[in-house]
């Protein structure tokens, strides 16, 4: 099946996009996948109060979106006035777009009225699109559910209203707020939003490999399809599943010592952003991605994720990463003695 290029103001090619993960797509990920290849990643999810207020490590997580082209800075809030000065400081640092995040289901957003709780208030919402499209001279795109619960499906009509207050381009995950990530994403009901509006409407939720960005697409009838959690482990499957579907240049999968070099060149760019004891925690949900991966048996898995020093963590990882199942028998040992010399080397510190 053959699916149409997606028309944008900026080159967005090809449409299989990184979506933003609070504390998962910060910049080294979101520089991983792109090295791979991603018609656009974007930022993690930015508060627009915590921006104004220079809140620590919240600017951070604009840091890949300011002056690259094919990265987005997604940013959050319940207030236009606070959302459009956020949005103008940020473009005028460089951010080629900017993205509304109305579909954040955490209880801490919408409690806020923030992110998807915006869907509950159509014209609340629409004053701050029309607050934040006006204050900057780049794209605004949007990011939203199917609606709030099955009793407001009103992702349609916001969207309708959205495109004519400005916004370029629609995400939506197929699920409503309430659903949070239970049960099947419906790609077959965002079909009413790209019936709504003459926009790109990219397809989101579940969307894990090739077959079932085919079938969102399908059934959608969406022009892309944005990833999400399908990613962890695997930063190079948006451009495995562009080679698949459009076509363009297939990706050199990592695998042994590359695989296992990889690994360490995100986990050192972890550190280094973070620091070591920031970054030792914020590193583990990565290695336990990658872990599973490269099927890791459990007594390594628990050593490496354990581990209460930098130096304990890079002796264990090369065997986490390179399992042969041929070694199983010998894997405890391999983790024991590994485990030792790494308390050895950190004793000897």
């Known amino acids: 099946m053959t699916f149409p290029p997606m028309t944008f103001p900026l080159d967005l090619t090809p449409p299989v996009f990184l979506a933003p993960m609070a504390g998962i797509t910060d910049l080294p990920t979101r520089s991983l996948v792109a090295r791979f290849g991603a018609g656009l990643v974007v930022s993690e999810m930015i508060a627009s109060g915590e921006w104004l207020t220079d809140r620590p490590g919240t600017r951070d997580k604009a840091e890949l979106g300011l002056g690259v082209a094919g990265t987005s800075v997604q940013i959050a809030g319940r207030e236009a006035a606070p959302m459009a000065q956020a949005a103008r400081m940020i473009a005028a640092q460089g951010a080629r777009i900017i993205?509304?995040?109305?579909?954040?289901?955490?209880?801490?957003?919408?409690?806020?009225?923030?992110?998807?709780?915006?869907?509950?208030?159509?014209?609340?919402?629409?004053?701050?699109?029309?607050?934040?499209?006006?204050?900057?001279?780049?794209?605004?795109?949007?990011?939203?559910?199917?609606?709030?619960?099955?009793?407001?499906?009103?992702?349609?009509?916001?969207?309708?209203?959205?495109?004519?207050?400005?916004?370029?381009?629609?995400?939506?995950?197929?699920?409503?707020?309430?659903?949070?990530?239970?049960?099947?994403?419906?790609?077959?009901?965002?079909?009413?939003?790209?019936?709504?509006?003459?926009?790109?409407?990219?397809?989101?939720?579940?969307?894990?490999?090739?077959?079932?960005?085919?079938?969102?697409?399908?059934?959608?009838?969406?022009?892309?399809?944005?990833?999400?959690?399908?990613?962890?482990?695997?930063?190079w499957l948006l451009a495995q599943i562009a080679h698949d579907i459009y076509g363009t240049k297939a990706p050199v999968v990592p695998q042994g010592r590359a695989f296992t070099e990889m690994v360490l060149g995100h986990y050192d760019a972890i550190l280094a952003l973070y620091g070591t004891k920031l970054g030792l925690r914020t590193a583990r949900k990565h290695l336990g991605w990658y872990m599973d991966h490269a099927a890791t048996p459990d007594v390594l898995r628990r050593a490496v994720l354990t581990a209460r020093s930098v130096e304990e963590t890079l002796i264990l990882l090369p065997d986490a990463l390179s399992h042969d199942a041929q070694a199983h028998e010998t894997e405890t040992n391999y983790a024991e003695t590994n485990y030792a010399q790494a308390h050895e080397t950190e004793a000897a510190a």
């Open 99 to 235: 993205d509304i995040n109305m579909g954040c289901p955490a209880k801490k957003v919408t409690q806020g009225a923030s992110g998807s709780a915006l869907m509950r208030d159509p014209d609340h919402a629409l004053r701050l699109i029309e607050a934040v499209v006006a204050a900057v001279d780049v794209p605004v795109t949007l990011k939203m559910r199917l609606g709030w619960d099955d009793d407001m499906l009103n992702a349609p009509e916001i969207a309708r209203r959205a495109e004519g207050a400005g916004i370029t381009m629609i995400t939506v995950h197929g699920r409503t707020r309430c659903q949070f990530y239970q049960g099947a994403a419906d790609w077959a009901a965002i079909r009413a939003v790209v019936d709504a509006v003459q926009i790109p409407v990219v397809a989101n939720g579940d969307i894990v490999d090739t077959a079932t960005a085919r079938r969102a697409l399908a059934l959608s009838g969406a022009q892309g399809v944005m990833i999400g959690r399908g990613m962890q482990g695997r930063p």
